[in-house]
């Protein structure tokens, strides 16, 4: 069993920052790779980024790309997004997932345990 505990969402204007964090507990965090989703209302839940379990390796989906950044600090047993230079697009619910299973990293199915979300909302 894996819990996954978001934070650091909340309201921000189109331009700025936030930095969303996933604290872990449960099992060896350092053995597996993490991602992010997010879902928008009305819409499917989707890939955001994924790491590799040390941190070397990141992906990310192309409508972020440039603009967040992954990473995670296994001391600490956590996994990190940095939103940078926010659009209203990217209001959403954000969610950690964790651990990766396979490849697909871009797949929900890819993912064994969630969080509980954290609101990310862009105004303009």
């Known amino acids: 069993q894996v819990q996954l505990v978001e934070s650091g969402g909340g309201l921000v204007q189109a331009g700025g920052s936030l930095r969303l964090s996933c604290a872990a507990s449960?099992?060896?965090?350092?053995?597996?790779?993490m991602g992010w989703f997010r879902q928008a209302p009305g819409k499917e839940r989707e890939f955001v980024a994924t790491i590799s379990r040390s941190g070397d390796s990141t992906d990310y989906a192309n409508a972020v790309k440039g603009r967040f950044t992954i990473s995670r600090d296994n001391a600490k047993n956590t996994v990190y997004l940095q939103m940078n230079s926010l659009k209203p697009e990217d209001t959403a619910v954000y969610y950690c997932?964790?651990?990766?299973?396979?490849?697909?990293?871009?797949?929900?199915?890819?993912?064994?345990?969630w969080g509980q979300g954290t609101q990310v909302t862009v105004s303009s």
């Open positions: 449960g099992r060896t965090f350092s053995n597996y790779a």
């Open positions: 997932a964790g651990p990766r299973i396979s490849e697909n990293y871009y797949l929900r199915s890819s993912y064994v345990y």
